[in-house]
């Protein structure tokens, strides 16, 4: 049965890290929201209407398919909230939303030790995305803090998709 996994946070948290090991570790198709928006929309800016409905068009369309999704991104609560409530809506197997609780110290902690995207935007772009907790409207997320390595999030998140 298709599972919907959401992993929402600042840029630096993790998320990509956790949903690469979840898309190896249950054979599921990952929708990373930066992807979408920077390499196949080339956005640059805030989020566009068309970034949104895309993501939610591919994630809807897998899930119809009978494949488990795994998406993850900032996606922003004023934003997402009514799209993610439409995806958990619209399928019949489960829906798991965890979004990440750091400081921006802690992201800014994190996004050093990636070289690879250190070259791509610093302190200064992660202060002005910086968020801090924006949970959902109407949906119920399980906190990932800064004291829950990423190995422990995806064994947690692994038993709760009953894949362990």
């Known amino acids: 049965m298709a599972t919907l996994i959401v992993l929402r946070g600042n840029s630096g948290s993790g998320k990509s890290t956790v949903a690469q090991a979840l898309q190896r570790d249950l054979g599921a198709a990952w929708i990373e929201q930066d992807y979408f ?36 991104g900032m996606f922003n609560a004023s934003k997402y909230s009514r799209t993610l409530r439409a995806l958990r ?8 939303f965890y979004a990440y609780d750091l400081t921006l110290e802690e992201t800014l902690r994190r996004h050093a030790t990636r070289p690879h ?13 910086y ?12 906190r990932i803090t800064a004291g829950e390595s990423a190995e422990a999030t995806i064994s947690r998140i692994l038993a709760a998709a009953g894949a362990r």
């Open 89 to 96: 809506d619209g399928h019949s197997g489960p829906s798991l």
């Open 37 to 72: 928006r920077r390499r196949i929309l080339g956005e640059t800016g805030n989020y566009s209407a068309l970034s949104v409905d895309l993501i939610e068009t591919a994630a809807a369309l897998i899930l119809g398919r009978g494949r488990t999704v795994i998406m993850d």
């Open 131 to 142: 968020h801090g907790w924006d949970p959902l409207e109407g949906i119920a997320e399980q």
């Open 117 to 129: 995207k250190l070259a791509d935007f610093g302190e200064k772009e992660m202060r002005g995305w």
